[in-house]
């Protein structure tokens, strides 16, 4: 069982760990220096920055200058997502260890890059430099590889969201979006919705300010018949809510206006988390209800679950007993049906309802089942239970080489919480 572990996580993970250093003939230097030289002139849009990420410190001044109006658009190989192995005192315990991180300057608090991600310069962090690094603390003990890091600087005239910020979660459902004023701009609009392509949206706004209070601002919220209703007053429901802003510029004279729509601005994501509870249990795609696990293979097991506000990581525990008899795990006893370290969620899946918001998704490899009564059980919990004290779980128990007995249990997916 732990060899299975191991093996699958060295098979699907970064075993290496790295500093960046840039690749450009200077000699990186570790912690928090800045090696930024003028060989990158700060970041010029159009232009595209390739980065080496190397073994010997945390964190990187890439010289890039966050400058309002430009986005930086990072992007590395696959290594760049980490480890699914997920450590508490990584500096994003959610995300994959290992896994490429950024920060805005010396101080700011690390956000998640991976393969691919955007950020964008605004009035509070203009002047600072971008930072990139990896999601662990501990280097004492590393043999990581180099990863090679593309950073592209765009230009935009789109509004720069401020707050909230990307990734947070709060128990706040009624927060102030704020972002900043866009010269010539006779109006802003806020959409708001609980899909990353805002396929429909919570909150339909436009405002002549660039702080926007569900509190005190009437907000327009189309619903799902079509018809808008006014409301002075807007709690967001708990869940993930993504949220972006486009402007629209008067670029004619007072007596004669001429307008037009600056693009979006970039997705920011805000999560509402009122307390401490179990999250939604996951749903087994496969091994579907009804199949029948074979004696000496390997069963690869694939499921989803809902978004988390404060986000979500999963495990497996597994337990047999003698062909007849009914197996069963000990929630309350930690090393109860040997469970696996908690892991992140290897992406997301979109669902055939075009109602319902894409899907956490994550798998794993079972060990080589032998003859017995099987139960596996699949658990996850969230970000803000870091104890674990509630977790979700979905069982599955297989009867496998048990041909004798007339009612194998292949197939039962009760689910829980403990």
């Not at 990186?28 to 060989?39: E, I, M």
Request: proline fraction near 7%; hydrophobic fraction near 35%; include cysteine.
């Amino acid at each position: 069982m732990r060899k299975n572990i191991e093996t699958f996580i060295k098979r699907y993970g970064l075993l290496g760990g790295l500093i960046l250093g840039l690749s450009l003939g200077i000699p990186a230097c570790g912690g928090d220096n800045n090696n930024s030289g003028t060989d990158v002139d700060n970041g010029t849009p159009g232009q595209s920055y390739s980065l080496t990420l190397s073994q010997y410190a945390a964190w990187l001044n890439t010289g890039l200058k966050f400058v309002q109006g430009n986005v930086f658009h990072v992007t590395a190989g696959k290594k760049a997502t980490g480890e699914i192995l997920t450590l508490e005192d990584d500096p994003i315990p959610m995300f994959g260890h290992e896994g490429l991180i950024g920060r805005v300057g010396q101080k700011g608090r690390p956000f998640p890059i991976g393969m691919d991600y955007q950020v964008a310069g605004n009035s509070l962090n203009t002047g600072e430099y971008l930072y990139l690094g990896w999601n662990d603390r501990d280097f004492s003990e590393t043999e990581r590889e180099d990863l090679e890091v593309t950073v592209e600087v765009k230009s935009t005239n789109g509004a720069p969201l401020l707050a909230p910020a990307d990734g947070i979660w709060a128990a706040n459902a009624q927060p102030n979006f704020n972002w900043d004023e866009i010269n010539d701009a006779a109006q802003y609009k806020l959409e708001v919705s609980q899909f990353p392509d805002f396929r429909m949206l919570e909150i339909s706004n436009t405002s002549t300010v660039t702080t926007f209070n569900l509190v005190s601002v009437g907000v327009s919220t189309p619903s799902l018949t079509g018809n808008n209703s006014q409301q002075n007053q807007v709690t967001l429901p708990e869940g993930v809510h993504y949220w972006r802003v486009r402007a629209q510029l008067n670029t004619g004279r007072t007596l004669a206006p001429s307008y037009g729509w600056t693009d979006w601005s970039l997705t920011y994501r805000y999560g509402v988390e009122l307390g401490v509870t179990a999250p939604t249990a996951p749903t087994i795609l496969k091994p579907e209800a009804g199949d029948v696990l074979l004696e000496g293979e390997a069963v690869i097991f694939e499921f989803t679950s809902p978004p988390d506000p404060s986000g979500l990581v999963w495990r497996y525990r597994n337990t047999k007993s003698a062909c007849g008899e009914t197996p069963s795990i000990n929630s309350d006893d930690p090393a109860s049906g040997e469970p696996t370290p908690w892991q992140a969620y290897q992406g997301t899946l979109d669902v055939p309802d075009p109602t319902k918001a894409p899907q956490y998704y994550a798998y794993f490899t079972t060990p080589v089942l032998t003859r017995g009564e099987w139960l596996i059980r699949v658990e996850t919990r969230d970000g803000a239970d870091p104890d674990a004290s509630r977790v979700a779980s979905t069982d599955l128990s297989a009867s496998v080489g048990c041909e004798e007995y007339a009612e194998p249990t292949t197939g039962g997916y009760p689910g829980g919480v403990t």
